[in-house]
């Protein structure tokens, strides 16, 4: 077996009475989709929280690519290649949609402390974010206000922010919360290619996204990882069906 | 509408205009006032690159303001004495050379806001700025009661401190010294603003999660600019000094933080030159009005009200008709 890139061992973290991860194991290898689908407060956002380091874990710890980064911060994470898109579009709305994909790109080539020269004269920076945001389909967006984007744009852009950093490893909360169905399928196909240049953890609730791109999925239910395996395990797993999927699923 | 760049160039020009004019027709007052405007401009113009670019609603200003104002009366102080400096076992000479004096007042305000800024911006919003306000106030009343320096009475200084090459008694050479050293400041205000920096500190001020995720740390950055900031502010506050011939402990009072932060918010937020429009202006009504009533600062909180309640953009976003760029 590949070694994981992306590994949590044991994760348990709780709030108050409530455990919002219960031992959570889980891994991610190169060049696969892992999915991670739940009912409403399955625990979700916290598992992803502890993986990004905005929540930090009572027990348990989190490896990537074979380093324990448990004790790390958002930003050393992030620096370590680890790109994160958010459920809620956490974008400078007031900024362009270039400036918000330079915002990666300078991190990336490490030059947030230039002072002096401008950052759209720099043809490094401009050229990889405008690399990222073709992939995205957005390049005819470049000038527009974020504020102005459509929601289905806003979600695409988390993606080319996301993109800039090159990451070793892709975490996707939500990437097609709010999306029509035109635009979950393209951005299904999308995520489809991306897999090969990293592997993405896919937490979801738009099953027909997860059952076409999934090459794992994993159930989470009250904190705890119900079941774990391809897709066609998941649909035939009679406890996920019981607790998830519905009966009738 | 008038284009932005435009209105700066004519922002700047009537500045120079005023003192050109005032010297051509011997008024050494009006270029006082000019003078007053400028170096307001400077100090305002630090704010705006933390208030402004970083978001950081600073309330205690006033303290590197203050702290340029003292460095420079306690060198000239020394240098009017000739006795050194007494730094524990340090003893360092008087000096009345305005270069030297500025990269005092620069250093020591910038190590200032190093360490107010590291303990302020563990907390945000009205913390902050209640931290920003206490920092303030801890340095006002250790000027008052620094007797060895004048405590309350403050510090008189006779002669204005000297620059290579010029007279700066001279009221309209003093001027000119002040109104490069601002064009200087705005060039480095509009520089950060364009560069990699600006644009990351712009995106902490707004999404500090987004700016995390990308491996940035958002704190450092709002850090930079707050050190900047005060470093810029410092300097005004030696100008100022040297244009009062004068230091009190009234440089470091809250008052002054919250003047510096109505100068940026009547003339603009984040504009380049919104500073500049708010000492102007506030300069001109300090005079006009305040001949009229003493209770001029009445008719300036009118002002205030209608530019927050119509105008976001301060005077620069109402002339130049471009839409706040953030509230």
């Known amino acids: ?249 | 509408m008038i284009p932005e760049r435009f209105l700066n160039a004519l922002l700047l020009g009537g500045l120079l205009g005023v003192a050109l004019l005032a010297d051509w027709r011997d008024e050494p007052f009006t270029i006082t006032l000019a003078t007053r405007a400028t170096i307001l401009a400077i100090a305002a113009t630090g704010l705006n690159l933390a208030l402004g670019l970083g978001g950081l609603v600073s309330l205690g200003h006033a303290v590197f303001f203050g702290l340029g104002g003292y460095a420079m009366g306690i060198l000239a102080f020394h240098a009017q004495t000739y006795a050194p400096v007494e730094l524990g076992p340090l003893a360092i000479e008087g000096t009345t050379s305005m270069p030297l004096i500025w990269v005092t007042a620069i250093a020591v305000s910038s190590l200032a806001a190093l360490v107010i800024g590291l303990l302020s911006l563990r907390t945000s919003g009205v913390y902050f700025i209640m931290i920003t306000l206490a920092f303030g106030q801890m340095f006002f009343y250790f000027a008052v009661s620094w007797s060895a320096y004048g405590g309350e009475d403050g510090l008189s200084i006779y002669v204005r401190n000297g620059f290579p090459g010029l007279n700066t008694l001279d009221p309209i050479q003093f001027f000119s010294l002040c109104f490069v050293l601002l064009c200087l400041v705005l060039v480095l205000w509009s520089r950060l603003a364009r560069s990699p920096f600006g644009l990351a500190l712009n995106a902490a001020r707004q999404v500090p999660a987004r700016v995390e995720t990308v491996g940035l740390d958002p704190k450092r950055l709002k850090l930079a600019a707050f050190v900047l900031s005060g470093a810029i502010t410092g300097l005004a506050g030696a100008l100022f000094a040297d244009l009062n011939r004068f230091v009190s402990p009234s440089m470091f009072s809250w008052q002054l933080s919250g003047e510096l932060i109505v100068l940026v918010i009547l003339g603009g937020v984040a504009r380049l030159c919104g500073p500049v429009a708010g000492a102007m202006l506030f300069v001109a009504l300090e005079h006009w009005l305040g001949g009229l009533t003493e209770f001029w600062h009445v008719w300036l909180g009118a002002i205030l009200l209608l530019i927050v309640l119509f105008a976001k953009g301060g005077l620069v976003g109402l002339l130049s008709g471009r839409p706040a760029s953030h509230d």
């Not at chain 1, 348990?12 to 739940?38: C, M, N, Q, W, Y």
């Not at chain 1, 625990?43 to 009572?58: E, F, H």
């Not at chain 1, 330079?102 to 401008?118: D, F, I, V």
């Not at chain 1, 405008?130 to 992939?135: W, Y």
């Open chain 1, 1 to 249: 077996m590949t070694e994981p890139i992306l590994e949590t061992r044991g994760l348990t973290k709780r709030f108050g009475a409530l455990v919002a991860s219960d031992g959570v194991s889980i891994d991610l290898r190169p060049g696969e989709i892992h999915a991670v689908i739940g009912p409403n407060g399955a625990g979700k956002s916290t598992l992803i929280g502890q993986i990004c380091g905005t929540v930090i874990p009572d027990e348990g710890s989190v490896h990537f690519q074979g380093h324990d980064v448990t004790d790390e911060t958002v930003a050393a994470r992030a620096g370590r290649g680890l790109g994160r898109t958010f459920q809620v579009s956490a974008l400078a709305m007031e900024d362009t949609v270039l400036q918000n994909t330079l915002l990666g790109a300078l991190s990336a080539s490490s030059s947030p402390w230039r002072l002096w020269r401008s950052v759209l004269n720099d043809r490094d920076l401009v050229a990889r974010a405008d690399a990222a945001l073709g992939r995205v389909g957005l390049s005819d967006r470049r000038a527009t206000r974020c504020a102005d984007l459509s929601h289905g744009q806003r979600r695409q852009l988390e993606v080319a922010v996301a993109l800039t950093l090159s990451p070793r490893a892709f975490v996707m909360d939500e990437p097609m919360a709010g999306l029509g169905a035109e635009g979950s399928k393209a951005l299904t196909a999308f995520l489809d290619g991306l897999r090969d240049k990293a592997p993405i953890l896919l937490v979801e609730h738009d099953m027909d996204a997860v059952f076409a791109l999934a090459d794992r999925i994993s159930v989470l239910a009250e904190g705890r990882i119900l079941a774990t395996g391809t897709v066609a395990e998941i649909r035939a797993d009679p406890e996920v069906r019981t607790a998830y999927l519905g009966e009738d699923a």
